[in-house]
């Protein structure tokens, strides 16, 4: 203790404190509050804040994305702490520091509500966890989501609208644009047949036979499905399989990030680059992104094959989304589905004269 002491008188005057009658362990403390947290901190009276963070996210079943981002909302965290002179310190995070960082750090800053309570979620979980492992109380962040924007007070095309499809005049930039033979496959691939970049990239020689496309991983039980292979897409889809092992991908070089299988994040981050080159954005100011991405091509497909007039149910099941209309599959055999979906995908044609099949 008295090395403690000592060491905190060092640093109270190293912020300008002097000697005088100096107790660091003395209520209310005369150091400097550098140094009374460096005190509080040596004498096991409070704990850092992030120590238990790698133990809370090794226990989870978290994907390892999700882990990422719980590491950069605690670091968010302690930056705002410093900035704000307050203890980055799991005793000393209080209601109030929790509503002052939110205020500060999101509501002020005009961050979107949905970027603002994934972080907010992600430090909510982790106190919780702490509550359960060491017995915390009461948890800080519990009631402190920002409120989802009323959706009649936001206005399609303003800063907070939705994200949207492609422009047909868009379509024809970026597909005839100087794309690199994976990004243009790639590009192709989604705008024909309504696919996730991410499972495009899972495709395997296996899951492209038959004139199909099989996606075996998605982000839901309706995603793994069936999608015909449009026929503008099938001599491209035979040249990329060639006489290549059933495993292999059908994008081989795509680099897996290692974050749960991930191997189109280096060809989504080189696309913006390429979209932006070609000036397709769409970015209104206030807004956190664009309003297009390579997602937009899967709008796209989705507006085409409802212009022509398939039914809502029939485009859901190509997509892998889950379907609310009243009409149910369960009405159709295998076979008649199947003539559906292929006479669905077969709609959607590319802006002349990029459509393969004319």
Request: glycine content about 6%; charged content about 30%; hydrophobic content about 35%.
């Amino acid at each position: 203790m008295y090395q403690i002491t000592d060491r905190a008188e060092e640093i109270d005057l190293a912020a300008g404190g002097t000697r005088g009658d100096y107790e660091p362990f003395a209520e209310p403390r005369a150091a400097a509050k550098k140094a009374t947290d460096f005190v509080k901190l040596a004498s096991a009276k409070v704990t850092p804040a992030d120590l238990y963070v790698e133990r809370w996210l090794a226990a989870s079943t978290y994907s390892e994305r999700t882990k990422a981002d719980a590491r950069t909302a605690l670091s968010q965290f302690k930056d705002w702490c410093t900035k704000a002179s307050q203890g980055f310190f799991i005793e000393t995070t209080t209601d109030r520091v929790a509503a002052d960082f939110r205020d500060e750090a999101f509501v002020k800053a005009g961050v979107h509500f949905k970027t603002a309570n994934k972080k907010l979620s992600a430090l909510r979980q982790y106190w919780t966890w702490l509550e359960k492992s060491f017995g915390v109380k009461s948890n800080p962040w519990m009631r402190k989501s920002l409120p989802k924007a009323k959706a009649h007070r936001i206005a399609p095309d303003g800063p907070m609208g939705p994200e949207r499809p492609f422009t047909d005049d868009e379509i024809g930039i970026l597909l005839a644009g100087p794309a690199d033979a994976d990004m243009a496959n790639a590009m192709r691939i989604s705008a024909l047949s309504g696919m996730r970049l991410d499972e495009i990239g899972q495709l395997r020689v296996r899951d492209c036979r038959d004139d199909t496309f099989r996606v075996t991983r998605s982000k839901s039980a309706a995603g793994v499905r069936t999608i015909p292979i449009h026929s503008a897409l099938r001599p491209m889809i035979k040249k990329l399989m060639g006489n290549r092992d059933a495993a292999d991908y059908l994008f081989p070089d795509f680099q897996d990030t290692g974050w749960d299988g991930n191997r189109t994040m280096a060809l989504s981050k080189r696309f913006t680059y390429y979209r932006k080159k070609l000036g397709v954005h769409d970015k209104r100011p206030g807004a956190r992104r664009s309003k297009v991405n390579f997602h937009s091509f899967r709008r796209w497909f989705a507006t085409k094959a409802e212009d022509a007039g398939h039914r809502e149910n029939v485009v859901a099941d190509i997509m892998g989304h889950e379907s609310e209309v009243g009409i149910t599959f369960g009405l159709y055999s295998n076979a008649q589905l199947k003539r559906q979906k292929r006479s669905c995908v077969e709609a959607v044609r590319l802006p002349a004269p990029l459509d393969g099949s004319s």
